[in-house]
């Protein structure tokens, strides 16, 4: 059975410094990843996605992810923090069968 | 283009009460999901239909739940009877074969008094 685990249920970081969520994954064959978005009151938004190929993903509103798959990470990062980025981020995992099972989520706060 | 369209947005009832939900998926989509988003136990996929059909309803919690999908462009999900512990957003997303992204809906924000 494929799991996802989210280190730390709440980040803070200043604007303009670096931002790292965190994502481990479980699965028994080799697994689509996505971090997904979502701003209050609204629905989830996907963010990027790793299916095959080239490890590191680049996303929208200039995140970026790096599968690992000897760490079973998935870790998402922005290199300068923006007040808009604050949200709750959530990772998912996928076998390919379009089922995602999602971690339980990172609220990222920003601190002006 | 439209994206996935919920109904209603807000829903307040009384215990006991019969609730549904509606949802309308992207046009040409033909994989729907239904979810439930609480703070204990976070996003927690119901069921997903492909092609109308059913195809893996083990999240969904009891038989006072059920879903239907008549037809490609609507579904519904009906608690009947509601509990106060059914609170919770229930979101609704869509797909076409062989994508891998999930497109959602605004969620459906239900309170069981």
């Known amino acids: 059975a494929q799991s996802v685990t989210q280190l730390g249920s709440h980040v803070s970081v200043s604007e303009g410094a670096l931002v790292l969520l965190r994502c481990n994954y479980s699965?028994?064959?080799?697994?689509?990843l996505f971090w997904y978005v979502q701003y209050p009151n609204q629905g989830l938004q996907l963010l990027l996605k790793?299916?095959?190929?080239?490890?590191l993903v680049k996303g929208i509103n200039g995140f970026e992810a790096e599968f690992k798959k000897s760490e079973t990470s998935f870790h998402l990062t922005k290199p300068s923090a923006h007040m808009s980025d604050a949200a709750e981020y959530f990772c998912?995992?996928?076998?390919?069968?379009?089922?995602?099972?999602f971690g339980t989520g990172t609220r990222l706060t920003i601190i002006p | 283009d439209a994206g996935v369209i919920q109904s209603p947005r807000h829903e307040v009832t009384e215990m006991g009460q019969e609730v549904t939900l509606r949802c309308k998926p992207i046009s040409g989509h033909n994989s729907l999901f239904w979810y439930r988003q609480t703070m204990m136990r976070g996003l927690e996929l119901l069921i997903y239909f492909n092609n109308n059909v059913p195809i893996d309803d083990s999240g969904m919690p009891e038989d006072r739940f059920s879903a239907k999908m008549p037809n490609a462009s609507f579904s519904t999900l009906k608690i009947q009877p509601s509990e106060p512990r059914d609170s919770a957003v229930y979101f609704c997303?869509?797909?076409?074969?062989?994508?891998?992204?999930?497109?959602f809906g605004p969620g459906t924000r239900l309170l069981v008094l």
């Open positions: 998912a995992v996928s076998e390919g069968n379009e089922k995602l099972t």
């Open positions: 997303a869509s797909t076409f074969s062989g994508s891998e992204t999930q497109y």
């Open positions: 699965s028994s064959v080799p697994p689509y």
């Open positions: 790793y299916t095959t190929g080239a490890t």
